[in-house]
């Protein structure tokens, strides 16, 4: 119990446990600023903090396996591969007047299976995928008349 006289004194200031020269130290070594360096010596001491290194992302070592003998399954990387799509069975499709959703729910050899998306981009080619060809152009401005010629025939029914 404290009396009227006795006045309580403050916690006592705990003593660091560095000096500015190893602050500066951990901070050079580490490359770190003051407060990093504060953080490594309180964590680490002041010996393992200078001496400890990072490890970044780039030094990071990582375990040596056995080397195990390369086996090629198909073709090596500078060829082209087999395409899983006949380019030439969409073109005759397409040129049998068939539009682009109707050759891909066709179950001929060549084409079975293949979107309505991926025969579009064989027929008239994208920008996104290699860009577009001559012959592909040609196709698109042909298409362009189909789809004018179909509109004016389902306007002509309508009436």
């Known amino acids: ?14 003593q660091a ?22 953080h490594l010596i309180r964590r680490m001491g002041y010996e393992k ?4 290194v990072k ?3 780039a030094q990071k ?13 198909g073709k090596t990387k500078g060829e082209p591969r087999e395409a899983k799509y006949s380019k ?9 007047g068939l539009r682009p959703s109707e050759i891909a729910e066709l179950e001929t050899h060549g084409i079975k299976g293949i979107s309505s998306i991926y025969v579009g981009r064989i027929l008239f080619g994208c920008e996104n995928s290699g860009g577009i060809s ?3 152009a040609k196709r698109r401005k042909e ?9 004016k025939g389902d306007k002509a029914v309508a009436k």
């Open 49 to 52: 903090a200078v001496g400890f």
């Open 1 to 14: 119990m404290t009396t009227a006289t006795e006045v309580k004194s403050a916690p006592a200031v705990k």
């Open 61 to 73: 070592v990582k375990p040596v396996k056995a080397a195990k003998a390369k086996t090629t399954k």
């Open 143 to 151: 298409e362009a008349k189909r789809r004018d010629e179909r509109s």
């Open 88 to 96: 030439e069975a969409v073109i005759k499709a397409w040129d049998r």
């Open 17 to 38: 446990a560095y000096t500015d020269e190893q602050v500066a130290k951990v901070m050079e070594t580490q490359s770190v600023n003051r407060i990093g360096a504060i």
């Open 55 to 57: 490890e970044t992302p």
């Open 134 to 136: 001559p012959d592909q």
